[in-house]
């Protein structure tokens, strides 16, 4: 089995940055993409950005240029660089990674979510 384990949310003032990392350890061959979510109180979980194995990544247009992803393939983890944060970012951050076991089939995981809060 995988797990998928995140770390560094914490509370922010507008303005600052937090790094957010996520360790996947378990039954791994290999990791195809990996990704950040996030959902907001009373909204619905929506992408914040990808990152495929060869390092190719993409933006939601309310993170572009404040966030920047990035991965260690060496450590199966995936970091979330976030600058210049606002009030608006305030969510539960969840990692989310499609992993190929031993017989390369592929599997879409989830972590448990860290909560990030910006105060304005």
């Known amino acids: 089995q995988v797990q998928l384990v995140e770390s560094g949310g914490g509370l922010v003032q507008a303005g600052g940055s937090l790094r957010l990392s996520c360790a996947a350890s378990?039954?791994?061959?290999?990791?195809?993409?990996m990704a950040w979510y996030r959902q907001a109180p009373g909204k619905q979980r929506e992408l914040v950005t990808t990152i495929t194995g060869g390092g190719s990544t993409n933006y939601a247009d309310s993170v572009k240029g404040r966030f920047t992803i990035s991965r260690d393939n060496a450590k199966n983890t995936v970091y979330l660089q976030m600058n210049s944060l606002k009030p608006e970012d305030t969510a539960v951050y969840y990692c989310n990674a499609a992993i190929h076991d031993k017989w390369y089939k592929e599997y879409v995981y989830w972590g448990q979510g860290t909560q990030v809060t910006v105060s304005s």
């Open positions: 378990g039954s791994i061959f290999s990791i195809n993409f």
